[in-house]
């Protein structure tokens, strides 16, 4: 899980300092209804929290799902299509919300491949 949420952190680390430094495409977020920057620092703790969360999900489902990988993949590939779906509707400008949805998209592509290898590995 450690693992897993180190490497998410970093991806979703490294793809903000691509979008908004290397492509210059601010990534916003709507808050208290209006759009803010995304924090660096908090997206990344963010991403490490999720992989976290999913690590967890993973562990229950071994214990109590017939096919736990079936349903993990099930679940957390419709977490993160709606995590790339929810910067869709903020009023950001149209590239500033595929950048966001593109970013959620590669961290819970990420999450989903990295934690039933991990869960295995252990078992």
Excluded: C, K
């Amino acid at each position: 899980a450690a693992l897993t949420a180190g490497i998410s952190a970093l991806v979703a680390l490294i793809a903000l300092i691509v979008t908004n430094n290397l492509l210059h495409i601010p990534v916003m977020i709507s808050e208290g209804g209006r759009l803010v920057m995304i924090g660096f620092g908090g997206y990344a703790l963010f991403a490490a929290a999720a992989a976290v969360a999913a690590s967890v999900l993973y562990a229950v489902l071994v214990n109590f799902a017939p096919r736990p990988g079936l349903y993990f993949g099930w679940i957390v590939g419709l977490v993160t299509l709606l995590a790339a779906l929810l910067p869709l509707t903020t009023g950001a400008v149209l590239v500033d919300q595929l950048a966001l949805a593109g970013i959620n998209l590669v961290v819970g592509l990420v999450i989903t491949g990295l934690v039933p290898v991990a869960a295995v590995r252990t078992r």
